[in-house]
């Protein structure tokens, strides 16, 4: 079946350290996204990507860092720079920037 | 620049009442709309759309939504809600074309939706 896969499902990271969180899709999408969401509020972009090596930076891109090097990849890493990197990350994908998404099952951060 | 509402951050309802979540719209121009449910530690998933088909939209899980132009609404209801049924919703509207050609959806800030036995 497809869809996006999102790893791991728990993440934890020391002070000063880089992560890197996985998201793979095998839709055949272009545009692939992350997000952020923090308890009681709603969905914050990252960063996002409308086709291959090529991204823009979304409303909290401070701390975080993307590459697109494939179609299917669209890797975040949290940077040591993220001060309040506790949180939950999403990540999706559409057919173009003007579709429906589809989400992967996230990535919940926590710093140790 | 396009904006969504959700008006109440919460809802509870007993279970096999009606369910009405509320989302108010700003646009200029006839909008792209969507609802979204996310059930606890899971991703979004598409419960139906809106692209100027139908003002009437039929989804997933006997969820529909009626798109008000003069309302700028686009309110999600279901007849008989079900404990299943308790989740997140989130209402999304296109934004766009922006600056850089491209378009954004920009995410409400969500209804949880209680279900009361």
């Known amino acids: 079946d497809g869809g996006i896969t999102q790893s791991p499902k728990y993440l934890f990271r020391k002070e000063g350290q880089n992560v890197t969180l996985s998201c793979e899709q095998n839709?055949?999408?272009?545009?692939m996204y992350w997000y952020r969401q923090d308890p009681g509020q709603g969905l914050r972009l990252i960063y996002y990507s409308q086709i291959v090596n090529d991204f823009q930076k979304g409303d909290i891109a401070e701390g975080y860092s993307v590459s697109r090097e494939k179609k299917e990849s669209f890797p975040l890493t949290v940077t040591s720079a993220q001060k309040n990197p506790t949180a939950f990350y999403l990540c999706?994908?559409?057919?173009?920037?003007?579709?429906?998404?589809?989400f992967g099952d996230g990535t919940r951060l926590s710093i140790l | 620049a396009q904006s969504v509402t959700q008006l109440g951050s919460h809802v509870s309802v007993s279970e096999g009442a009606l369910v009405l979540l509320r989302c108010n719209y700003s646009?200029?121009?006839?909008?792209?709309l969507f609802w979204y449910v996310q059930y606890p530690n899971q991703g979004l998933q598409l419960l139906l759309k809106y692209t100027s088909a139908a003002t009437l939209v039929k989804g997933i899980n006997g969820f529909e939504a009626e798109f008000k132009k003069s309302e700028t609404s686009f309110h999600l209801t279901k007849p008989s809600a079900h404990m299943s049924d308790a989740a997140e919703y989130f209402c999304a509207v296109i934004q766009g074309p922006l600056w850089s050609g491209g378009f954004k959806t920009i995410f409400g800030a969500g209804t949880r939706l209680f279900v009361k036995a």
């Open positions: 646009s200029s121009v006839p909008p792209y």
């Open positions: 839709l055949n999408h272009d545009a």
């Open positions: 999706a994908s559409s057919i173009t920037d003007y579709q429906p998404q589809h």
